[in-house]
């Protein structure tokens, strides 16, 4: 085999790599977790009318419907995570949203046209 050829398979195989899905543990992906929206999480705000998100290795799930993390990049503070979601009816959408972890463990959301933003506490 050519040295060209070889240097090219090893180019090609780096790449399909860094592109992989991989499912993660909480350890390796600290988002993981139940929150409540926009107001921190406390025992007595656990009634139905509180907003909660909980976040796995591969989905999202929130009052918005069921979301599959299909990849997402993490950069400084900041996760961007490309998800598949499921919302009422059946309605499908692939779309984009920010995570940024704050000094005081919320997160900050928001979607990729910033028209939805909302804080995340991270529930006990």
Same mark, same amino acid.
């Given at each position: 085999?050519? %040295?060209?050829?070889? #240097?090219?398979?090893? !180019?090609?195989?780096?790449?399909? $790599?860094? +592109? ?5 543990? &909480? ?24 907003? %909660?998100?909980?976040? #796995?290795?591969?989905? !999202?799930?929130?009052?918005?419907? $069921?979301? +599959? ?5 993490? &950069? ?49």
């Amino acid at each position: 085999m050519h %040295r060209r050829a070889v #240097t090219g398979m090893s !180019i090609v195989a780096l790449a399909m $790599l860094a +592109t992989v899905s991989i499912s993660l543990g &909480e350890d390796e992906f600290p988002l993981v977790g139940t929150y409540t929206e926009n107001e921190p999480c406390k025992p007595e705000n656990a009634g139905p009318n509180v907003s %909660r998100v909980k976040i #796995t290795p591969t989905q !999202i799930d929130s009052v918005f419907g $069921l979301c +599959t993390i299909l990849r997402y990049k993490h &950069e400084g503070n900041t996760f961007a995570v490309h998800v598949d979601c499921k919302g009422a009816g059946g309605s499908q959408m692939l779309g984009d949203v920010a995570f940024t972890m704050r000094d005081d463990k919320a997160l900050d959301f928001s979607d990729q046209d910033q028209t939805y933003k909302a804080v995340l506490y991270k529930c006990p």
